[in-house]
């Protein structure tokens, strides 16, 4: 975060206009009937799981202890995550990229499709959009289309206001989208900074479940949120949430300017954690995730990062796939390439879009990662003897913050 150079050659597409409600879409939601089906447990029919061309995105939070065999830091899939914009038609409280409508500029869709192949054969498989919003991104369907080319799997985070307007088309080239969402009605409005924020976003999801897209949900909550997530949760089940994934909001962007009470503490944490494993149980039908996880399976699972950590006397750093040292990888819309979060600390940056290439990678492996392997290595190490719960990638984030470093290989 904070300001940074933003060259010209980054920010020169335009983007779409932010929502109004000229453009509104055409479609709404009884909120009410939705509110008794989810306390009546009405849930979807059980899924089976997408065909091969739409498979379900997968959980973003770790996995289970014993798991970690080809995975790369904790996780399943190789993942870049994309923001093309901060161009947004809301201005959240929470927003971790401070998106609001007043940032109009974009990145150039030539340079970011040319650094998708770059990408991919760094050994990326998954693309996940975000923002600011990815709907009002003027050229997504041609990111879309080319990373689809490329062979990655394509999923996206909307906030759902533009969904059943601009999704249609889109939708046999993603593999999942999610829809976010803060806590009920008043909570999530509120955050949102809109009326009617809860209706629309729950009328796209509804929207999105009627054309049979693999859809789900991504909830944020506040700490003063925790006590409205069962009821939420049945409401999104009844809406056709396939997913959900639960995390606390993080302090980070225009978060920061949230009072005290909005962030947890080691008792609060496991009080969502205990709430996201009792819906698991309520509902089986949809898949509940919690991005917390206890500290001591995280340890058990160390070896996820034996890519960035480990020795490999027959492969040099160098020639590593970035996707087994840095994953997931950001690309901000300023054109900046960085591990793990939006927000991880400048002096981490990987690079940038205008001068990526396996040579600028290649340099950057061997001069520069090594600053990252003492960070990680580090934070890995500090959950030896922990016995609470972690929300691993934003405690990393917030290591990078806190641990200015000079470290020189």
């Not at 980054?10 to 009410?32: F, G, M, Q, S, Y």
């Not at 509110?35 to 770790?62: F, I, N, T």
């Not at 054969?121 to 919003?133: C, F, I, P």
Request: glycine share 8%.
């Amino acid at each position: 975060m904070g300001s940074r150079d933003e060259p010209d050659a980054w920010r020169v597409t335009p983007a779409l206009p932010a929502d109004d409600p000229d453009t509104a879409p055409e479609i709404t939601l009884d909120l009410a009937k939705a509110s008794s089906l989810g306390r009546g447990r009405v849930r979807p029919p059980a899924w089976s799981g997408p065909p091969p061309e739409a498979r379900e995105p997968p959980a973003k939070h770790p996995a289970p202890a014993g798991a970690a065999a080809d995975r790369s830091g904790f996780l399943p899939d190789r993942i870049v995550h994309l923001h093309p914009t901060r161009l947004c038609n809301l201005a959240c409280l929470h927003c971790y990229s401070t998106s609001a409508p007043r940032y109009t500029a974009a990145l150039d869709v030539g340079l970011l499709c040319d650094a998708l192949g770059v990408l991919r054969a760094e050994g990326y498989t998954q693309v996940s959009l975000s923002g600011g919003e990815p709907l009002v991104y003027r050229p997504l369907s041609k990111v879309v289309e080319r990373a689809h080319e490329l062979g990655f799997r394509v999923t996206m985070v909307t906030n759902g206001l533009l969904a059943a307007k601009r999704l249609a088309s889109l939708l046999p080239l993603l593999d999942g989208i999610a829809v976010s969402f803060d806590g009920l009605p008043d909570t999530h409005n509120t955050m949102r900074g809109r009326a009617d924020a809860f209706e629309r976003a729950a009328a796209g999801l509804h929207w999105l479940a009627e054309k049979e897209a693999p859809v789900g949900a991504a909830v944020s909550l506040a700490r003063d949120a925790i006590p409205e997530l069962p009821e939420l949760a049945d409401q999104l089940a009844a809406l056709g949430a396939r997913a959900v994934q639960v995390r606390p909001v993080a302090r980070a962007g225009r978060a920061r300017s949230l009072a005290e009470s909005s962030f947890y503490d080691e008792s609060d944490r496991a009080r969502l954690y205990l709430v996201v494993l009792a819906l698991q149980l309520e509902l089986p039908d949809v898949r509940l995730h919690c991005d917390l996880a206890p500290a001591q399976g995280l340890w058990e699972q160390r070896d996820a990062y034996a890519g960035l950590l480990g020795e490999c006397e027959h492969l040099p750093r160098g020639e590593r796939p970035l996707a087994e040292l840095v994953n997931p990888l950001v690309v901000t819309d300023t054109g900046s390439l960085k591990p793990i979060a939006y927000d991880f600390a400048d002096r981490f940056d990987i690079g940038s879009l205008d001068e990526l290439s396996p040579e600028a990678l290649r340099e950057y492996k061997e001069a520069r990662l090594p600053r990252l392997q003492a960070l990680l290595g580090g934070a890995l190490a500090g959950l030896q003897d922990r016995q609470d719960l972690v929300d691993w990638f934003d405690h990393c984030a917030r290591l990078s913050e806190a641990r200015p470093m000079s470290f020189s290989a």
